[in-house]
């Protein structure tokens, strides 16, 4: 899926859960992959003091242990067939994990959204949740109760709103179908409107049937459209349209219909109607069953438009 990885770890079992996936996620014969293991060092959570002050005695033995525990990994890895290389830094983990990422040009960044390691602990909830606000490629997250299945073929989970910002999660997902031959399933979520509040710009509960009768035509057209494009290069395409709030579906969506990953953008918004992606992407990491591929809509115009070259910086 891309050719360089970085993956955070924190010396716990739940952190290294993720490791499990790097065959998912790039396969280990791919020409010019690269795995990148990255330990932070947080000393000043081991004792009582300062956080600006790091007994350099204390640094030395966290930095020896932490390098002896990474080539362990490392070992693991290359056996099976992948560069690794690794690294060992102080500061905040979030911090690193991004000034890493963009200075060895990362295409994705991999974690378990959960970890702790003996008196330390890297609350990796919020590691991950500031990692996805930071990032500029995507990452991807799993949680540590997740288990991996091993069914073929796998079943991919793209939300889309109609937005080029949701399409964003496109190529990504495209990308991941065809590398494992999964099927996709385009899903897309309308919220019922509130009658109350439409009175003022309608006449009739008719016009407001009317109304969202056109809506759902008009999505299953658009979902058919990008359906289409897809069936064009050989991936298989399911749809389905559900009206409710979106991160509800979505999950009762990844139940019933069996779904191996989620692949979505983190902001999206479509006519009326808006979909608060970054809000809906944090939803469903705090409740998915399943793991969960961001891609990040960066905007950096001052009318909110979308840098498409960064948000698809993973995607070859």
Not at 21 to 43: N, Q, R
Not at 62 to 71: C, D, F, N, Q
Not at 83 to 107: H, M, P, R, T, Y
Not at 289 to 315: E, F, M, S, Y
Request: proline share 5%.
């Amino acid at each position: 899926m891309s050719r360089k990885i970085l993956i955070p770890l924190d010396q716990s079992e739940l952190a290294e859960h993720v490791l499990t996936y790097v065959p998912w996620l790039v396969p280990p014969d791919k020409t010019g992959a690269e795995i990148f293991l990255l330990s932070v060092i947080e000393p000043w959570r081991y004792y009582f003091g300062e956080v600006d002050y790091n007994p350099p005695e204390l640094v030395e033995s966290l930095r020896r242990a932490t390098l002896e525990y990474l080539e362990g990994e490392a070992a693991k890895l290359r056996d099976a067939g992948y560069a690794v290389s690794i690294q060992v830094a102080g500061g905040d983990a979030a911090e690193i994990i991004l000034e890493v990422a963009k200075a060895f040009d990362i295409s994705l960044i991999a974690m378990s959204t959960h970890g702790r390691s003996g008196m330390a602990r890297w609350a990796m909830g919020s590691v991950a949740e500031r990692v996805v606000q930071g990032a500029t490629m995507p990452i991807f997250l799993v949680r540590e109760s997740t288990t991996m299945l091993e069914r073929e073929p796998l079943r991919l989970l793209v939300p889309l709103d109609g937005s080029e910002l949701a399409e964003l999660a496109l190529p990504k997902a495209r990308e991941a179908a065809k590398n494992r031959g999964a099927e996709i399933l385009l899903l897309h979520v309308l919220e019922k409107p509130i009658e109350d509040s439409m009175r003022l710009l309608l006449d009739s509960r008719e016009e407001l049937n009317a109304m969202v009768e056109d809506w759902q035509v008009d999505v299953q057209t658009y979902l058919e459209s990008v359906a289409e494009g897809l069936r064009a290069e050989g991936i298989q395409v399911a749809m389905r349209i559900a009206w409710g709030r979106p991160s509800e579906i979505i999950e009762q969506t990844v139940e019933a219909e069996q779904i191996d990953l989620i692949v979505m953008s983190t902001h999206g918004r479509t006519g009326l109607s808006r979909w608060v992606f970054g809000s809906i992407a944090s939803k469903v990491l705090h409740t998915s069953t399943c793991p969960l591929l961001l891609v990040r809509a960066i905007q950096d115009g001052p009318d909110g438009t979308v840098d498409k070259d960064k948000a698809l910086a993973g995607v070859e």
